[in-house]
């Protein structure tokens, strides 16, 4: 036990890394996901590559993926530190999930309410505006945690490539001390106070965002 | 050198194949014991005593908020510091069934809660026992409910499944590294490999959503 207590810097530097990696790739991936619908909605000659990508992404595992971009792209002489190989493999991953949220988020304000609004000569931008956003918006936002805490929970396979985060440190401690209760509990509970917090923080943002519904 | 891509592929074609059936004898080891397991928690959940209800919530709050990854070093390496040791696959099933458990807890709730209370209580009037009401009435028809949701369960146990690899197990992803350690090929390797884990999580896309609107025509 005091062993770990000398470790315990390392481990909240760790909580750090593993939290700014997957924040900045669900950010990231967030923009990737809203890209691809844009486009998506725009030309619709690009639906179909959009779809196939969506469906390459979630068909197969995020560590394949990794490796993919990890072990692979060195062939073609593109190398990547282990971190910028994460973040980016963790970005195009999120965004697939993303661009499915915001597809359906999208879909789900009815089709009733277009029409009705350009029967009463409301502008293309109008109804964007104040019609389809708003209430797409409304849809996604309690939504939007679970892919962050998709993401944090994905982020810990990082680990197999030696990316310095969480679950990484938890095994050089353990390899250091010879103990592996302390450390690995120490590991999943750090996972879900994480992964709790970020959940309260987007249902508040959630029910904030939309307080105008409830009147 | 190995001449062209296509004799490569049948080195690695046999092999992947044998990893694939691997995952999917696991993964479908842990779905059924998951199974099982959820249907004790929604027991749990439905209790009248708060302890049990508590029980039941931290367990899935748990099991959805921490990476499976940290989960399978906890029960791999936890018996061993006990002094038992777990082989890899067998650590990697009973992670895997107590992970999706926590998520097919929350498909059969709705299942659970779809079947009509009046037949409870005709089984009661019927002298049925409680077992024999959840083995005879409500299980089958819960089954069926959520079959598509349950198969799509399936395919996300199968993604997350590759990091069962660390812990020694010779599933398809494991297959993976080590094909690459003897052709040093990765990026052809790994890309193949994930086509198998694309067209396993295809076909059983496929075969839910046949059963979905199978459903649909026969009660929509």
Redesign the interface.
């Given at each position: 036990m005091n062993d770990f207590l000398t470790y315990l810097p390392d481990f909240a530097h760790a909580l750090w890394t593993t939290l700014y990696i997957s924040l900045a790739a669900a950010a990231m991936g967030a923009v990737v996901g809203f890209g691809l619908n844009t486009l998506r909605l725009w030309l619709p000659l690009c639906a179909w590559p959009c779809r196939v990508y969506v469906?390459?992404i979630r068909?197969?595992?995020?560590?394949?993926?990794l490796?993919?971009f990890y072990?692979?792209?060195?062939?073609?002489g593109v190398t990547l530190d282990a971190v910028t190989a994460t973040v980016l493999a963790l970005t195009l991953y999120s965004g697939a999930y993303f661009a499915e949220l915001f597809r359906s988020a999208w879909n789900s304000v009815p089709k009733g309410q277009l029409e009705a609004a350009r029967v009463h000569g409301i502008g293309g931008a109008q109804i964007f505006w104040h019609i389809q956003a708003p209430q797409a918006l409304a849809f996604c936002l309690p939504l939007l945690g679970n892919q962050v805490?998709l993401t944090?929970?994905?982020?810990?396979?990082a680990?197999?490539i030696t990316v310095p985060e969480?679950?990484q440190t938890?095994?050089q401690i353990?390899s250091n001390t010879y103990?592996?209760?302390v450390p690995?509990?120490l590991?999943?509970l750090s996972?879900?106070l994480l992964?709790?917090a970020v959940?309260l923080g987007a249902a508040w943002l959630a029910q904030r965002a939309t307080r105008y519904q409830k009147g | 050198m190995m001449a062209t891509f296509y004799d490569r592929l049948g080195l690695y074609a046999p092999a992947l194949w044998q990893g694939a059936q691997v995952t999917l004898v696991l993964c479908l080891l842990a779905m059924a014991l998951g199974f099982v397991i959820a249907v004790l928690l929604d027991g749990l959940g439905r209790s009248s005593s708060r302890g049990w209800v508590w029980c039941s919530r931290v367990y899935v709050s748990f099991f959805r908020g921490t990476p499976l990854l940290a989960q399978l070093l906890l029960c791999f390496y936890l018996p061993s510091a006990l002094g038992v040791d777990v082989p890899g696959s067998v650590a990697a099933v009973m992670v895997l069934a107590l992970n999706t458990a926590a998520y097919q807890a929350q498909i059969l709730r709705s299942g659970f809660d779809a079947i009509a209370p009046g037949q409870l209580e005709a089984a009661a009037v019927f002298g049925l026992s409680r077992r024999q009401t959840l083995l005879q009435i409500q299980l089958p028809q819960v089954l069926r409910l959520t079959l598509p949701a349950l198969v799509s369960e399936f395919i996300d146990v199968i993604k997350v499944s590759a990091v069962i690899s660390v812990v020694a197990v010779t599933d398809l992803m494991r297959v993976g590294q080590q094909l690459v350690a003897q052709t040093y090929r990765p990026l052809e390797v790994y890309l193949v490999a994930a086509l198998f884990y694309l067209a396993l999580t295809s076909i059983l896309a496929l075969i839910g959503r046949i059963l979905e609107k199978r459903w649909q025509e026969r009660h929509g």
């Open positions: 469906w390459l068909g197969t595992p995020f560590l394949a993926q490796f993919v072990f692979g792209l060195p062939v073609l805490i944090i929970k994905e982020s810990a396979v680990s197999i969480l679950t938890a095994g353990v103990s592996y209760v690995y509990t590991l999943v996972y879900w992964t709790q959940g | -």
